[in-house]
């Protein structure tokens, strides 16, 4: 489902009713396709604990680096092991 489809009131109910909203986010250079970004709550979560916002030009290859939102919510051990990755994204590159 794209987002700029749907209002902010139908994206906050198709979200409470489970339904991934897909947010079309710009291709950058080298990278020949749109890619999506879900509107997933704990995906959002997780990119602010990787110090991204949702506009960030990476967002969209650093989420698609970790596991299914469903398997986080589900699987302790998967979230776990996302920490340090978070953590290495939010240092300062040098």
């Known amino acids: 489902m794209n987002a700029t489809?749907?209002?902010p009131l139908q994206?906050?109910?198709l979200a409470a009713m489970g339904l991934p909203v897909q947010r079309?986010?710009?291709a950058t250079a080298g990278d020949e396709s749109p890619a999506t970004l879900s509107d997933d709550p704990l995906v959002l979560a997780l990119l602010r604990a990787a110090g991204r916002?949702?506009?960030a030009a990476d967002a969209p290859r650093i989420a698609r680096g970790w596991p299914a939102p469903e398997r986080l919510r589900r699987d302790p051990a998967a979230?776990?092991?996302l920490w340090p990755q978070l953590r290495a994204l939010r240092r300062p590159s040098a």
């Open 5 to 7: 489809v749907w209002d």
């Open 11 to 13: 994206c906050e109910m």
């Open 24 to 26: 079309i986010v710009l």
């Open 53 to 55: 916002s949702r506009e």
């Open 79 to 81: 979230k776990r092991a």
